[in-house]
Each structure stands twice: as structure tokens, then as C-alpha cells.
């Protein structure tokens, strides 16, 4: 990885090992390395993050997932913006998936995290 | 039950079918390189042909959810080659070697939900490129992927492959069948 093994150590941490750190004290992060809960389908890697306010959870957790990533301007998403972490995770913020509601796709190899698509829904969806 | 295709356009498999004969170069990128992640467009170059392939978003409705399923296709190359040089972003092995043959990865994936098929999926997600003394994978990274991962080998037996299957773990209601072909173009 980019940062090496992580040690505890803030200044040797990865850039998406400090945002799993900050992630994981705000949102539930399985032992698997996934966030929120299995959705609908039932997919391990389809997950569904539910609040009041999703659009600012939404924005929230990007922001903290994007910590020290790079836009990169190579990928064209049909909404939002894709980020390059120096590790190679790539994290594509979503503003409207075409679910609807935001979405952020995760791929990595960090071995805290695991590759997964987190759709951001209101508490009163089904 | 949804069945879902992504093959590359024959124009693509055709291009990809004249590296045959030619002298191998490099391949590389215009965009980013972390070890052997190569972000888009994945620049396959020779003697006479350079062929850039770059991956297109893509999301489905399907199992009753939107997925990432990404689709490769063929750009231009432009100026990216020269660029690619330029910066270093190439990996030379196998150079002045001759392409003795090019083969499509295909990914096969079928999820099963509580005992029925939701979904199969068929992707093409890049190329294996056989030189005299080595093989280059040049393969996406996973169905959802945005970037390749280059892997070579001196024995298509010994060539790793990205670990597809992996970013599809199994639970107590859903279950996937995985498999990988290689379809050779020329």
C-alpha cells in the first residue's frame, strides 16, 4: 500500500487508513471491511446507508473519504466525480446515481476496506 | 432473471487481432500508474499498431439495486502513446518480441438469491497479449472497475489473474458463480 502497514502511527498511515479511522467512529464498518447494511438485493457489496438527511450523510462521508485522494479527470461518471487515492483506491462520489439517491463506489485493496457500492437513502424508503 | 452483455465491438476485437505478427513496444498510460495499476485509457503499443482501450461508467438495475458495471471500449490514441513515453508511465517487457497471439478475458458471473438466478453477467474486461518469451494480462480491475492491472509471466499457466471473484463474497442468501474464459481474436 501507498503508506505502508498501518502501526497505529498517524504519520505513516495511508491516506484511506486515516479516512477509514474517521469513518469508522461516525459509521458502522463491518469486521469485512463494509459499511452501512446489506440492501435490498441481499449482495454483500450493496450496501445502504439510511438517514434523515442523506444527501448531507452523503456528502459528509465523501468528504471524509476523499481525504487526501485526486479528482481524476480520466474517468467520466454519469454524475459526480471520481478520486484516486496515492494507494490506488478509487472512490467515485455519486450526487444522483441512477438509483435516484446518492451513491459512492469504494475499490480497493486496503485490507480494512472491502470493494463495495453504497447507495444513501432516506429513512422512510422501503 | 436479467442477462446482461458487455463484449468489446468487433472494430475493437479487429484492431486488438492486427498486434498479431507485429513487435511488441509497451504497454502503459497517459494517466496514472501505482505498481502495476494502470489508470485509464491502457495504451497497447507496437511496431505498427497502438490500441488504447478505456472503461465506461455503467450503472444497472438489476437484483433490485443499482450496480457499478463498467464496459470497456476502444478510443483514439492521439498524442496519449507519446505522452506515455514522455512521463515514463510504460512498462517495456517483452520489447522487440514478436505477438505470436492475442486472447479477450471474459468474466462470467451468476448471482443466485435464495436459490434463483437474479442475474448473468458476461464482460469482457481486457487482453492477454502472448509474446515469444512472456505473457501481459492487461485486465480490468473487477466488473466494476475503472483501471487495469498488468500482470505478465513468462507461462500463460503461471499469469495471475485480478481476483474477480473476490469482490463478490457469498452470504447465507446469496451465492455467485464465477468463471474467467479466454477467447482468442486472432
Not at chain 1, 439517491?101 to 447507495?119: E, F, G, V, Y
Not at chain 2, 437484483?63 to 498524442?79: A, F, V
Amino acid at each position: 500500500m501507498g503508506g505502508g502497514r498501518s502501526t497505529g502511527s498517524g504519520a505513516t498511515k495511508s491516506t484511506v487508513d486515516r479516512a477509514v479511522d474517521a469513518l469508522s467512529s461516525d459509521f458502522l464498518l463491518s469486521k469485512e471491511g463494509y459499511f452501512g447494511a446489506v440492501g435490498k438485493s441481499g449482495s454483500e457489496n450493496i450496501r445502504e446507508i439510511t438517514a434523515d438527511n442523506p444527501q448531507a450523510m452523503f456528502e459528509e462521508f465523501g468528504r471524509q473519504l476523499t481525504q487526501g485522494a485526486k479528482a481524476d479527470p480520466g474517468v467520466k461518471l454519469t454524475s459526480g466525480t471520481s478520486y484516486l487515492h496515492p494507494d490506488g483506491t478509487r472512490v467515485n462520489v455519486r450526487p444522483t446515481s441512477d438509483s435516484g439517491s446518492p451513491a459512492i463506489d469504494i475499490k480497493t485493496t486496503n485490507p480494512r476496506l472491502s470493494s463495495q457500492k453504497i447507495h444513501f437513502e432516506g429513512n422512510s424508503n422501503e | 432473471m436479467n442477462e446482461l452483455t458487455y463484449f468489446m465491438t468487433p472494430s475493437a476485437l479487429n484492431h486488438l487481432a492486427q498486434l498479431v505478427g507485429t513487435r511488441w513496444e509497451c504497454v502503459g498510460t497517459s494517466g496514472t500508474i501505482i505498481k502495476n495499476l494502470i489508470t485509464c485509457p491502457a495504451l497497447i503499443v507496437t511496431s505498427e499498431i497502438a490500441v488504447a482501450l478505456t472503461i465506461q461508467d455503467n450503472e444497472v438495475l438489476v437484483g433490485g439495486e443499482y450496480r457499478t458495471l463498467t464496459q470497456i471500449y476502444e478510443s483514439e490514441p492521439d498524442g496519449n502513446v507519446e505522452a506515455a513515453k514522455k512521463e515514463g508511465l510504460v512498462f517495456f517487457h517483452g520489447k522487440g518480441e514478436r505477438v505470436t497471439s492475442v486472447s479477450v478475458i471474459r468474466e462470467e458471473l451468476t448471482e443466485i438469491a435464495e436459490g434463483e438466478e437474479t442475474f448473468h453477467l458476461l464482460s469482457d474486461s481486457g487482453v492477454v497479449i502472448a509474446l515469444e518469451s512472456m505473457v501481459i494480462a492487461i485486465q480490468r480491475r473487477g466488473f466494476d472497475g475503472f483501471d487495469f492491472v498488468v500482470n505478465r509471466a513468462s507461462s500463460p499457466a503461471e499469469l495471475e489473474y485480478y481476483p474477480t471473484e473476490r469482490d463478490w463474497p457469498m452470504n447465507l442468501r446469496v451465492t455467485y458463480e464465477y468463471a474467467r474464459h479466454l477467447i482468442s481474436v486472432d
